[in-house]
């Protein structure tokens, strides 16, 4: 019953700036955590960013500094902001929820993934 729509990948320049968004719907008694990951050519998927149900936040440490994961419950949407981008940023990224439903039962969920690819 639930999916994560995510969009603003793109191409940009080193340096420049990107605002991912994953916006959650569906039915959702609450959620538990939210992470952003990514995934490169012929590398494994790798946790980029998470955020939790006490607000805290835990980044992988290339991104430390550049990105900032941030949420906001009123539009159900999780958002990756993404500063100085560097060539090395380039992969696919993917939205996670965990999630609980209206019965007390737990799921992941995935979004489709958006490209990002930054040029040098």
């Known amino acids: 019953q639930v999916q994560l729509v995510e969009s603003g990948g793109g191409l940009v320049q080193a340096g420049g700036s990107l605002r991912l968004s994953c916006v959650g719907s569906g039915t959702i008694f609450s959620v538990n955590e939210m992470d952003w990951y990514r995934q490169a050519p012929g590398k494994q998927r790798e946790l980029v960013a998470g955020?939790?149900?006490?607000?805290?936040?835990k980044y992988v440490d290339s991104v430390k500094g550049r990105f900032t994961i941030s949420r906001d419950n009123a539009k159900n949407t999780v958002y990756l902001q993404m500063n100085n981008l560097k060539p090395e940023d380039t992969a696919v990224y993917y939205c996670?929820?965990?999630?609980?439903?209206?019965?007390?039962?737990?799921?992941?969920?995935w979004g489709q993934g958006t490209q990002v690819t930054v040029s040098s």
């Open positions: 996670y929820a965990d999630v609980v439903d209206h019965t007390g039962r737990a799921y992941d969920y």
């Open positions: 955020i939790y149900s006490d607000s805290s936040t």
